[in-house]
């Protein structure tokens, strides 16, 4: 059973779901990262993989994205890191990223890393479900890991259905119009999208990302969905290298607990 | 196989093409792809369309025979004027299509990259004309260099936008506008300026610059009585002029095509722009095309000396013509782009833009008869290179 499969056997709310730029803030951080986020509670780690040209992401993602290149991060070694850390990892793993480098690494290749890796799913943003259909779904199902699609408000409720529908693990509803990081949006227009979201993707679990920054829209999301996914406030909290896991624990327990300052937003 | 230029319903110009975009900009797209072709086929559109670029453009613009230039060569040259459009190349012309089409679609506000700036100038001055708000993302780089275009937008009441990340030029300036657009979906209508981006953008475009081989064919049958060139030449950025440029002719096969590329320094130096040479398959921008990238797949940072040609990647049709063999691609250095731009303006007394010296620096090299008709689209003019131009030609 796919691992994303059986945490929602486990846990059906709540569900708090992580970003890291693989090679950010350092080249060899994500071991340290992953192992820190896991012992911090979180349930799913996704591992962005860094891209010269982001265009769905803000500012603080590209940043990253930025620095895990300069830092020397690519494709192989990112590999090569989950390899080395793959029997003490507890949660499942989604990698996120743009089609490009995919492409250029090979798609079969990529998804055979990527299961050996022992890595779940895969979100790639810029792959079409017609194109994923066509040309790449067998491959996907060979490997054993599941393609989870983005919705968005103006995604219309037939193709809320269909994208549900080629979608394994959980279906991933942006919870803003924009990019990542971007503002929070008017909070019962949000409500009222996530739940028809949940409705259209039947029996598959729904985790809502994009403006999930704190305790406040954590909790708020997690009304109505099974769980939510933070990306960039997370970044933006990671501090230096020599205090990192420190601050990942600060960061997870503050979106977790209500604390003083977590209706402090940033 | 469909036959070139027209795209598949999909946008597939052979392998190249379609529209790999986010979700997040699904809405946007779709609602431009399922309009369209039916405003550009619509007979009020056709009308204003036509008439604003007779009255404002100021086309059809000339077809002009460089007979100094040509002795020079040993064939006949013919240029076609795109450097006296209003604003000063041929960008005009898919921003009044774009802006009308805009309109149509019920948009209060526009949004546009630009490189070397002539299609921001172009996108203010529709902007102006429709009063419609206008935002202009731009690279920090190009700013620097591109300076009086950057005047020109703001005097015609355009925000520009600076882009700071990745190399701050072109490419960044359309991952902005991009960004923006994800943000504005419901009044924004993002104008690109060439053929690339997502289905329907290469289309589109093409379409709208299609009036420059149109006007070609025309002129040259009523100035030589020759229906056809023996050959078209072009730069090749995005590739917008190109594809205006030879659209007409795609189907006569007859007539050779040149696309003209920037080697920057050199193809084989590491500050290139040469995409058809030094590029692979990929994705850029929303469009499967050829693409300058490294080993694992990063887009990497392209060097002209022309703004404009400092693209990594090409249109799809571009990337299908050179793959089919329809279209020949060429590369001129900064140095030879220089060099061409000069005799132009000695023998001719026409100062090309630097993009367009390009497409000049290529002619010496075209394996073609004496006595051959060629027609070399003069995209735009130099005005905006002024001071390169004086830094390494003037004494």
């Known amino acids: 059973m796919n691992t994303i499969d059986k945490l929602f056997t486990k846990k059906s709310q709540q569900v708090l779901a992580v970003y890291i730029t693989a090679g950010y803030p350092a080249l060899h951080s994500l071991p340290d990262v ?110 054993g890991l599941h393609k989870i699609f983005l919705v968005t408000p103006s995604t219309s409720d037939e193709r809320i259905v269909y994208l549900a529908s080629l979608s394994g693990g959980f279906l991933y509803a942006v919870a803003e119009a924009g990019v990542t990081g971007a503002q929070t949006a008017h909070s019962e227009k949000r409500t009222a999208y996530l739940k028809r979201v949940r409705k259209l993707a039947g029996n598959l679990p729904v985790l809502a990302g994009f403006g999930i920054h704190n305790y406040h829209t954590f909790s708020a999301v997690c009304e109505v969905t099974h769980g939510a996914i933070t990306g960039s406030a997370f970044i933006r909290a990671l501090a230096h290298e020599s205090e990192l896991r420190g ?7 503050r979106l977790k607990y209500q604390t003083d300052d977590s209706t402090v937003a940033k | ?119 921001g100038v172009a996108t203010a001055t529709v902007c102006a004309l429709a009063g419609l708000e206008c935002v202009v993302y731009m690279g920090a780089t190009d700013i620097e260099r591109q300076a009086p275009n950057v005047g020109r937008m703001k005097l015609l009441g355009a925000k520009v936008v600076p882009v700071h990340s990745g190399s701050a030029t072109l490419k960044d300036a359309t991952n902005e506008a991009i960004r923006d657009w994800i943000a504005h979906a419901a009044d924004t209508h993002y104008i690109i300026g060439s053929v690339v981006g997502p289905h329907p953008y290469p289309d589109l475009v093409a379409r709208l610059q299609s009036v420059i081989s149109r006007e ?35 189907d006569e096969p007859t007539v050779k095509l040149f696309a003209v590329e ?18 692979s398959p990929g994705v850029i921008h929303g469009s499967y095309t050829l693409l300058m990238q490294d080993e694992y797949g990063q887009i990497t940072e392209p060097h002209s000396i022309s703004a404009g040609l400092d693209y990594p990647g090409i249109g799809p049709l571009h990337a299908a013509l050179s793959a089919n063999g329809r279209a020949t691609f060429l590369a001129a250095t900064d140095e030879e782009a220089l060099q061409a731009a000069s005799l132009l303006m000695h023998t001719e007394g026409i100062i090309p833009a630097l993009e367009t010296a390009h497409a000049l620096a290529a002619l010496h090299r075209l394996p073609l008869p004496a006595q051959a008709t060629v027609v070399l689209n003069l995209s735009g003019r130099g005005d905006k290179d002024l001071s390169t131009y004086l830094t390494h030609l003037a004494q």
């Not at chain 2, 070139?4 to 609602?31: C, D, H, M, S, W």
């Not at chain 2, 193809?267 to 590029?279: D, K, M």
């Open chain 1, 34 to 143: 992953i192992d820190a986020l896991q012992d911090a509670g979180v349930d799913l780690i996704e591992v962005g993989m860094p891209f010269s040209d982001p265009m769905a992401d803000g500012e603080v993602i590209q940043q990253s994205s930025g620095v895990a290149l300069k830092n020397g991060m690519n494709m192989r070694l990112m590999f090569e890191q989950l390899q080395e850390i793959k029997s003490s990892v507890r949660v499942p793993l989604v990698l996120m990223g743009y089609l490009n480098p995919v492409l250029s690494f090979g798609m079969e290749n990529f998804l055979r890393s990527a299961a050996s890796a022992g890595v779940s799913g895969i979100i790639l943003p810029d792959l079409p479900p017609e194109v994923y259909e066509a040309e790449y779904r067998p491959f996907f199902e060979q490997y």
């Open chain 1, 247 to 253: 601050s990942v624990n600060d960061f997870i327990q």
């Open chain 2, 1 to 119: 196989m469909q036959t070139l230029p027209q795209p598949t319903e999909n946008g597939y110009y052979g392998k190249f093409g379609g529209a790999f975009i986010p979700e997040l900009l699904r809405a946007n797209v779709e609602e431009l792809r399922r309009n369209y072709l039916a405003i550009l086929n619509d007979q009020s559109f056709c009308r204003e369309f036509d008439e604003l670029l007779r009255d404002y453009v100021g086309r059809p613009t000339p077809l002009y025979e460089a007979r100094r230039l040509s002795a020079l060569l040993g064939f006949r040259v013919f240029l076609k004027r795109e450097d006296l459009c209003h604003t000063g190349a041929h960008k005009i012309n898919n921003a009044v299509g774009q802006i009308l089409l805009a309109k149509r679609l019920g948009k209060t506000r526009i949004i546009a990259e630009t490189g070397a700036g002539q299609h």
């Open chain 2, 216 to 250: 070609i064919r025309t002129q040259l049958k009523a100035q030589t009585g020759q229906a056809l060139p023996d050959a078209v030449v072009a730069c090749v950025g995005g590739g917008s002029n190109a594809a205006g440029a030879f659209y007409h002719f795609l």
């Open chain 2, 262 to 279: 920037a080697a920057g320094e050199g193809i084989h130096t590491s500050r290139s722009a040469a995409t058809t040479v030094l590029g």
